[in-house]
């Protein structure tokens, strides 16, 4: 199959390794991977924070980038919960219906990477090996906008040599949220320390999970108290195997 690879903002600046472990993974399964270059942000940032009309040109980009490719796969929940929930809705606020359209169609081809595993792919063994302790964060727009559900939990029990632990009230925000890390800076932290508290007590070495945004949170704050555990993309982990363990 021809997968296109939609990157992300976060993997393109500053997590490029995420971006590189979901094409090796992917062409290790035997699928082939293109990199449409003209790619830029989605727009979500805009959008989240309330510029609608600043983000209609960026939704517009998108959708010519992406809507020839028959399947597109993004290492972010919350990317493609804004191709599949805001793009559409940019659109049709603009009066622009066409667009819309387009953009649903697009939307309908776009996955997460454990969906596209999972629910496109049909594989669960993706044939990794990760000698670590592991425990596992499910962001808020995979589990509350995409509904992955255990989707990477499911992917992760597959993996050779890993130990994964189960992770205290999993379920709450980090409290990262983009620009609401900002704007609420010391309800961010103080939920933060809860996900910080619930990590640790696992005795993990490694969190992960699929956005990269979440883990630059969490791993930060880690890194701040010196934990010794630190945080690894979802894609990262499925890449790895016993050769390059």
Do not use: W
């Not at 990760?130 to 589990?143: F, G, I, K």
Request: aromatic share 4%; proline share 3%.
């Amino acid at each position: 199959m021809k997968i296109a690879l939609f990157v992300t903002c976060l993997a393109d600046a500053l997590y490029p390794q995420v971006g590189q472990a979901t094409v090796t993974l992917l062409e290790r399964l035997g699928h082939e991977v293109v990199f449409p270059a003209a790619q830029t942000c989605c727009g979500q940032m805009h959008i989240n924070t309330g510029y609608q009309r600043e983000a209609l040109p960026l939704v517009r980009h998108h959708v010519e980038t992406f809507e020839d490719c028959d399947v597109v796969v993004a290492p972010s929940g919350s990317c493609v919960g804004s191709v599949r929930h805001q793009h559409a809705m940019v659109a049709r606020n603009a009066g622009d219906q066409a667009l819309a359209e387009r953009a649903e169609a697009v939307a309908t081809r776009t996955y997460e990477l454990s969906e596209l595993l999972i629910d496109v792919l049909g594989v669960e063994d993706v044939g990794a090996y990760y000698a670590h302790r592991v425990t596992y964060h499910p962001t808020c727009h995979s589990l509350r906008l995409l509904r992955v559900d255990d989707k990477p939990l499911r992917l992760l029990r597959h993996v050779r040599g890993m130990t994964l632990l189960e992770l205290p009230e999993a379920d709450q925000c980090c409290g990262f949220g983009g620009t609401f890390a900002l704007k609420n800076a010391d309800t961010s932290t103080a939920m933060l320390a809860d996900k910080m508290k619930n990590v640790i007590s696992t005795g993990a070495e490694v969190a992960t999970a699929g956005d990269s945004s979440c883990l630059m949170h969490i791993g930060g704050g880690l890194s701040r108290l010196r934990t010794g555990t630190r945080t690894v993309h979802l894609a990262e982990i499925l890449a790895g195997t016993e050769s390059v363990a």
